[in-house]
C-alpha cells in the first residue's frame, strides 16, 4: 500500500533505531512528549517502546479531543438531542464516550436517534434527507477537525439549511501544551509535534516552545518510521544543545500551514474565554465557539444548555497520567474499576488515550515478569 | 443471541433431552446458577460477537439454560442421541444490505450454518430455516434469497428439512432475517477442543482476513467509500475436510472467526486453554483493500469479521501436512500458518508486529467503530 509501507519497512526501522541507540546519550535520560493522541496510539500498535532504548521514556499528551472533553459537556449535547423530531449525529469515536447519564451508544438503546457520521457535511446530508427533524452535529476535535466543521457551516447557510446546527467543542493545541509546560511538576526534553493539527496550522505556532521554553520540537507523521525518525531529530538536537522547530511530516504538513482551512475556520470560529479540559481544568482561550453571524446554526444559542458539570472521582489521576507525571498503570483506578469497556477516567474512554492504549496493547505483558523480547 | 445454542455439551451419560441438546439435570435446584448479567439494557454490542456478546451469554443464557453445561464456548454443540453422536448449532442473519457485493443473506445462511459444524469437525446434513419477513418486502427480493440459499445447500450437499415462517409490521425488520438451525456428522477422528492444546502448536489460518466485514461496512454507503472487495462468503468444510483426510490427529482446535474477527476467536482460544496464542503480523494475509480501509477508520483488521476463512491449531508433527493439504486446494492456495501456542502470558494474544516490537490484542469492545480525531 503506498504512503504506508514505506514506512513500515523493517530494513529502515531497523536502521532508525540503530541510528537512535548511536546518538542517544547512555548516562541520560530522555523525557519527549508525544502531543498527539494519534501517536500514542500509534507508539503502542506497532509496538515501538519495545525498540526504543530504555532511556528513551515517551510522555503521552493531551492531544486526544476525546479525552480532554468534559463529561458535562456530552450530558449537555444529549440532552438536547432527546427531545423527539431530533437526531444526534457525531463521530464514531465519540459512541462509547460515556456522560454522567450514558453515552451516545446508551441513549440509542433507549431511543435516542442517534448517527454516526464519518464527517460533519455527512450530518448535514441528513438534515437535507430530513427536513422535519432538526439534526444536531457534536462537533469535536482539534484544529484537525475544525475545518470540515468551518466548511459545513458555511454551506448551511449559504443553502439556508435550518434543521441543522453544531454543537461545538473544538478545541486548539497549543494552549494545552502551554498549560502542560506551565505545570510546575513538569520535567520535559522535547515535543514530538503533532502531526494532523499541523496540517491546517503549520509548524510556526510552535516556535515559542523552542524560543522560550527552550525545548525542540519536531512535527511528526504517524508511522513507525516517522515517529522514529521524529526521535532521531529531536535527539540531534538535544545532543547538541538546540532547540527550533523542525518538520518531519514534509510530505503533508506546509510550514505554514493550510490557508483556506485557516480562513474557514476564522469566518466561523471565534475563541471562547476559557474552557474547561477534562484532566486539566480550565484552560484559557482554548477552545472554538460559533461566532454570532452562525448564531442561527449553534446548538448553544439555539437550544437551552442544562450546563451539567461533573466531576471526574477525586480517585481518577487522570490530571497526573495526562501532565506525564504519573504512567497510566500507577493510577489507582488503572485496570480495576477503569477498563476500555467501563472508562471512568477521561484517558481510557478513546482508543487514542494513553491508559485506553496502555490497556490494549500493553497492560497484560506488563504483568508477566518472564516475557521474553522477541528479538 | 446466536451464540446460546453454541455451547458445547460436555460429553455426558444418562439420560438427555435431545430435542433442546440440554442435559436434564436433578441438581439444578439444588445448586441455583448465578446469574451475573448486569447490564442494564441491550445495546447492539451484546449482538457485536466481542466481550458485551460474551458476558450475556457466560452472565445470563449459559447459567439458566445450560446449568452446568458451560465449560467451554464453541461453535456447535455435541449430542448424544440414541447412541449416536451429533453436532448440533443454531444461527441467525440480521445482515444490512440483504444483498453485498460476493454474496447476500441466504447465502450466508447455509454457509454460515455449514461452517459452525465444520469448525466443531462436523460435516452439515440437514437444516431447518425460519424466515421472519418484513411486511412489504418485494416477493423478487424473497425469492433472489431463496435461490441463493438453495444453490448453496447444493453445493455445501445439505439437505434442508424444515422451516417456519412469520410476518412483521412494516418496518421491523430489515426487509428479512432469517434463521438457522442445522445438525452434522462428526468427522472421523477429528476431535476439537480448546483444552487439548498445548504449546508449541502450530496456528493455521486458512485465507486473508477482513474481507466480509469491510465489504458490509462499504456496501452500507454511510461511508461513500469505495474498493475492490467481495465477501469471502464460502463454506470451509472442503477445505476442512481435506485437513481432517490427511491430519485428523493433530486437529486440536478449530474456530470460523465471523463477528469480532480473528482476535476475538483467538481470545476466546488463550482463555478457553489457559495458554498464550502469538502471532506474526506479517504472516497474515489481508487484501489491500481492507488494509486501507482499515488505516483510513482506524479500525484494526484482526477484528473485522469474516464469513469464509477458519482458524485451527495443529500439533506441530502434522501442522506442515495440513497446511500442504489446504494448499491442494484452490480454496485454500492462501493458508497460511500465522503463529504457534506458548505458556506465557497465559490467557492472552500476543502480536509481534514486523519491527521486533510486540503487542496485546483483546477481543472486541462493542461494535468496530470508525474512528476519526
Given at each position: 500500500?503506498?504512503?504506508?509501507?514505506?514506512?513500515?519497512?523493517?530494513?529502515?526501522?531497523?536502521?532508525?533505531?540503530?541510528?537512535?541507540?548511536?546518538?542517544?546519550?547512555?548516562?541520560?535520560?530522555?523525557?519527549?512528549?508525544?502531543?498527539?493522541?494519534?501517536?500514542?496510539?500509534?507508539?503502542?500498535?506497532?509496538?515501538?517502546?519495545?525498540?526504543?532504548?530504555?532511556?528513551?521514556?515517551?510522555?503521552?499528551?493531551?492531544?486526544?479531543?476525546?479525552?480532554?472533553?468534559?463529561?458535562?459537556?456530552?450530558?449537555?449535547?444529549?440532552?438536547?438531542?432527546?427531545?423527539?423530531?431530533?437526531?444526534?449525529?457525531?463521530?464514531?469515536?465519540?459512541?462509547?464516550?460515556?456522560?454522567?447519564?450514558?453515552?451516545?451508544?446508551?441513549?440509542?438503546?433507549?431511543?435516542?436517534?442517534?448517527?454516526?457520521?464519518?464527517?460533519?457535511?455527512?450530518?448535514?446530508?441528513?438534515?437535507?434527507?430530513?427536513?422535519?427533524?432538526?439534526?444536531?452535529?457534536?462537533?469535536?476535535?482539534?484544529?484537525?477537525?475544525a475545518?470540515?466543521?468551518?466548511l459545513?457551516?458555511?454551506?448551511a447557510?449559504?443553502?439556508?439549511?435550518e434543521?441543522?446546527?453544531?454543537?461545538?467543542?473544538?478545541?486548539?493545541?497549543?494552549?494545552?501544551?502551554?498549560?502542560?509546560?506551565?505545570?510546575?511538576?513538569?520535567?520535559?526534553?522535547?515535543?514530538?509535534?503533532p502531526?494532523?493539527?499541523?496540517?491546517?496550522?503549520?509548524?510556526?505556532?510552535?516556535?515559542?516552545?523552542?524560543?522560550?521554553?527552550?525545548?525542540?520540537?519536531?512535527?511528526?507523521?504517524?508511522e513507525?518510521?516517522d515517529?522514529?525518525?521524529?526521535?532521531?531529530?529531536l535527539l540531534?538536537?538535544?545532543?547538541?544543545?538546540?532547540?527550533k522547530?523542525?518538520?518531519?511530516?514534509?510530505?503533508?504538513?506546509?510550514?505554514?500551514?493550510?490557508?483556506?482551512?485557516?480562513?474557514?475556520?476564522?469566518?466561523v470560529?471565534?475563541?471562547?474565554?476559557?474552557?474547561?479540559?477534562?484532566?486539566?481544568?480550565?484552560?484559557?482561550?482554548?477552545?472554538?465557539?460559533?461566532?454570532e453571524?452562525?448564531?442561527?446554526?449553534?446548538?448553544?444559542?439555539?437550544?437551552?444548555?442544562?450546563?451539567?458539570?461533573?466531576t471526574?472521582?477525586?480517585?481518577?489521576?487522570?490530571g497526573?497520567?495526562?501532565?506525564?507525571?504519573?504512567k497510566?498503570?500507577?493510577?489507582?483506578?488503572?485496570?480495576?474499576?477503569?477498563?476500555?469497556?467501563?472508562?471512568?477516567?477521561?484517558?481510557?474512554?478513546?482508543?487514542e488515550?494513553?491508559?485506553?492504549?496502555?490497556?490494549?496493547?500493553?497492560?497484560?505483558?506488563s504483568?508477566?515478569?518472564?516475557?521474553?523480547?522477541?528479538? | 443471541m446466536?451464540?446460546?445454542?453454541?455451547?458445547?455439551?460436555?460429553?455426558?451419560?444418562?439420560?438427555?433431552?435431545?430435542?433442546?441438546?440440554?442435559?436434564?439435570?436433578?441438581?439444578?435446584?439444588?445448586?441455583?446458577?448465578?446469574?451475573?448479567?448486569?447490564?442494564?439494557?441491550?445495546?447492539?454490542?451484546?449482538?457485536?460477537?466481542?466481550?458485551?456478546s460474551?458476558?450475556?451469554?457466560?452472565?445470563?443464557?449459559?447459567?439458566?439454560?445450560?446449568?452446568g453445561?458451560?465449560?467451554?464456548?464453541?461453535?456447535?454443540?455435541?449430542?448424544?442421541?440414541?447412541?449416536?453422536?451429533?453436532?448440533?448449532?443454531?444461527?441467525?442473519?440480521v445482515?444490512?444490505?440483504?444483498?453485498?457485493?460476493?454474496?447476500?443473506?441466504?447465502?450466508?445462511?447455509?454457509?454460515?450454518?455449514?461452517?459452525?459444524?465444520?469448525?466443531?469437525?462436523?460435516?452439515?446434513?440437514?437444516?431447518?430455516?425460519?424466515?421472519?419477513?418484513?411486511?412489504?418486502?418485494?416477493?423478487?427480493?424473497?425469492?433472489?434469497?431463496?435461490?441463493?440459499?438453495?444453490?448453496s445447500?447444493?453445493?455445501?450437499?445439505?439437505?434442508?428439512?424444515g422451516?417456519?415462517?412469520?410476518?412483521?409490521?412494516?418496518?421491523?425488520?430489515?426487509?428479512?432475517?432469517?434463521?438457522?438451525?442445522?445438525?452434522?456428522?462428526p468427522?472421523?477422528?477429528?476431535?476439537v477442543?480448546?483444552?487439548?492444546?498445548?504449546?508449541?502448536?502450530?496456528?493455521?489460518?486458512s485465507?486473508?482476513?477482513?474481507?466480509?466485514?469491510?465489504?458490509?461496512?462499504?456496501?452500507?454507503?454511510?461511508?461513500?467509500?469505495?474498493a475492490?472487495?467481495?465477501?469471502?462468503?464460502?463454506?470451509?468444510?472442503?477445505?476442512?475436510?481435506?485437513?481432517?483426510?490427511?491430519?485428523?490427529?493433530?486437529?486440536?482446535w478449530?474456530?470460523?472467526?465471523?463477528?469480532?474477527?480473528?482476535?476475538?476467536?483467538?481470545?476466546?482460544?488463550?482463555?478457553?486453554?489457559?495458554?498464550?496464542?502469538?502471532?506474526?503480523?506479517?504472516?497474515?494475509?489481508i487484501?489491500?483493500?481492507?488494509?486501507?480501509?482499515?488505516?483510513?477508520?482506524?479500525?484494526?483488521?484482526?477484528?473485522?469479521?469474516?464469513?469464509?476463512?477458519?482458524?485451527?491449531?495443529?500439533?506441530?508433527?502434522?501442522?506442515?501436512?495440513?497446511?500442504?493439504?489446504?494448499?491442494?486446494?484452490?480454496?485454500?492456495?492462501?493458508?497460511?500458518i500465522?503463529?504457534?501456542?506458548?505458556?506465557?502470558?497465559?490467557?492472552?494474544?500476543?502480536?509481534?508486529?514486523?519491527?521486533?516490537?510486540?503487542?496485546?490484542?483483546?477481543?472486541?469492545?462493542?461494535?468496530?467503530?470508525?474512528?476519526?480525531?
Amino acid at each position: 500500500m503506498r504512503y504506508v509501507d514505506e514506512f513500515r519497512n523493517p530494513e529502515l526501522i531497523t536502521k532508525a533505531s540503530e541510528e537512535i541507540r548511536r546518538i542517544a546519550d547512555p548516562a541520560r535520560h530522555y523525557r519527549i512528549m508525544e502531543v498527539c493522541g494519534g501517536h500514542t496510539h500509534a507508539i503502542y500498535r506497532f509496538g515501538l517502546k519495545d525498540i526504543l532504548p530504555s532511556n528513551i521514556e515517551l510522555i503521552h499528551g493531551p492531544g486526544c479531543p476525546v479525552c480532554v472533553l468534559p463529561m458535562g459537556r456530552i450530558d449537555d449535547g444529549l440532552t438536547i438531542a432527546q427531545e423527539p423530531n431530533r437526531i444526534f449525529a457525531a463521530f464514531g469515536d465519540m459512541m462509547r464516550v460515556p456522560g454522567a447519564k450514558g453515552s451516545p451508544l446508551e441513549h440509542k438503546a433507549r431511543g435516542t436517534d442517534v448517527r454516526i457520521v464519518y464527517s460533519p457535511a455527512d450530518a448535514l446530508e441528513i438534515a437535507r434527507k430530513n427536513p422535519e427533524k432538526e439534526v444536531i452535529f457534536f462537533a469535536i476535535g482539534f484544529e484537525t477537525t475544525a475545518p470540515s466543521t468551518a466548511l459545513t457551516l458555511m454551506s448551511a447557510k449559504a443553502e439556508g439549511i435550518e434543521n441543522f446546527s453544531v454543537f461545538c467543542n473544538h478545541v486548539t493545541i497549543v494552549p494545552a501544551i502551554r498549560a502542560i509546560l506551565d505545570s510546575p511538576d513538569m520535567r520535559l526534553d522535547g515535543f514530538i509535534g503533532p502531526g494532523h493539527v499541523s496540517t491546517v496550522i503549520g509548524c510556526r505556532p510552535y516556535e515559542w516552545i523552542a524560543k522560550s521554553e527552550g525545548k525542540p520540537v519536531v512535527t511528526s507523521g504517524f508511522e513507525p518510521l516517522d515517529l522514529l525518525q521524529s526521535i532521531v531529530m529531536l535527539l540531534r538536537q538535544l545532543e547538541a544543545g538546540e532547540a527550533k522547530v523542525e518538520n518531519q511530516y514534509k510530505r503533508v504538513v506546509p510550514w505554514e500551514g493550510n490557508g483556506a482551512a485557516l480562513k474557514a475556520m476564522a469566518e466561523v470560529f471565534e475563541l471562547r474565554p476559557y474552557f474547561e479540559w477534562r484532566g486539566l481544568g480550565f484552560i484559557s482561550q482554548s477552545a472554538l465557539r460559533i461566532r454570532e453571524k452562525y448564531a442561527k446554526w449553534d446548538a448553544e444559542s439555539r437550544y437551552p444548555v442544562p450546563e451539567t458539570r461533573v466531576t471526574d472521582p477525586k480517585s481518577a489521576q487522570c490530571g497526573e497520567v495526562l501532565k506525564g507525571v504519573l504512567k497510566p498503570a500507577q493510577c489507582k483506578l488503572f485496570g480495576k474499576e477503569c477498563t476500555p469497556e467501563h472508562p471512568i477516567g477521561a484517558l481510557m474512554v478513546s482508543s487514542e488515550g494513553s491508559c485506553a492504549a496502555y490497556y490494549n496493547y500493553e497492560y497484560r505483558k506488563s504483568l508477566v515478569t518472564s516475557i521474553t523480547a522477541v528479538a | 443471541m446466536r451464540s446460546i445454542l453454541q455451547l458445547r455439551v460436555p460429553e455426558v451419560a444418562g439420560d438427555l433431552n435431545y430435542r433442546s441438546g440440554l442435559k436434564v439435570s436433578d441438581k439444578v435446584e439444588d445448586a441455583p446458577s448465578v446469574v451475573r448479567f448486569k447490564d442494564s439494557q441491550i445495546e447492539m454490542s451484546h449482538g457485536a460477537g466481542g466481550k458485551a456478546s460474551r458476558r450475556l451469554v457466560e452472565g445470563l443464557f449459559a447459567p439458566l439454560l445450560l446449568p452446568g453445561n458451560m465449560e467451554t464456548l464453541s461453535d456447535a454443540a455435541r449430542v448424544e442421541a440414541g447412541g449416536a453422536t451429533i453436532a448440533f448449532t443454531a444461527d441467525s442473519f440480521v445482515v444490512h444490505p440483504l444483498r453485498f457485493p460476493g454474496g447476500s443473506i441466504g447465502e450466508l445462511a447455509v454457509n454460515g450454518t455449514v461452517n459452525d459444524l465444520a469448525v466443531s469437525g462436523a460435516r452439515a446434513c440437514a437444516m431447518v430455516v425460519t424466515f421472519v419477513l418484513e411486511e412489504g418486502l418485494a416477493s423478487s427480493v424473497l425469492e433472489a434469497e431463496v435461490r441463493a440459499m438453495a444453490a448453496s445447500l447444493k453445493r455445501a450437499g445439505v439437505k434442508m428439512v424444515g422451516g417456519d415462517t412469520k410476518v412483521v409490521e412494516r418496518g421491523k425488520a430489515d426487509g428479512m432475517y432469517i434463521s438457522t438451525a442445522g445438525i452434522g456428522i462428526p468427522l472421523p477422528g477429528v476431535h476439537v477442543d480448546a483444552r487439548t492444546v498445548r504449546p508449541g502448536d502450530k496456528v493455521l489460518l486458512s485465507g486473508p482476513i477482513g474481507d466480509h466485514g469491510i465489504t458490509i461496512l462499504l456496501a452500507r454507503a454511510d461511508l461513500e467509500l469505495e474498493a475492490d472487495l467481495t465477501s469471502d462468503t464460502r463454506p470451509v468444510l472442503p477445505m476442512v475436510e481435506a485437513m481432517a483426510a490427511e491430519a485428523a490427529p493433530g486437529i486440536r482446535w478449530m474456530r470460523d472467526p465471523t463477528r469480532g474477527g480473528v482476535a476475538t476467536a483467538l481470545n476466546e482460544l488463550a482463555r478457553d486453554c489457559g495458554l498464550a496464542v502469538e502471532i506474526h503480523e506479517e504472516d497474515i494475509p489481508i487484501h489491500d483493500g481492507v488494509r486501507g480501509a482499515c488505516e483510513l477508520l482506524g479500525l484494526d483488521p484482526l477484528h473485522i469479521a469474516n464469513e469464509g476463512q477458519f482458524l485451527a491449531v495443529v500439533s506441530p508433527e502434522f501442522a506442515d501436512i495440513a497446511l500442504n493439504a489446504l494448499h491442494r486446494l484452490d480454496a485454500g492456495e492462501d493458508a497460511c500458518i500465522i503463529g504457534e501456542i506458548r505458556s506465557d502470558p497465559p490467557n492472552t494474544v500476543l502480536v509481534n508486529t514486523r519491527y521486533g516490537g510486540t503487542r496485546i490484542v483483546d477481543m472486541l469492545v462493542g461494535d468496530p467503530l470508525p474512528r476519526i480525531c
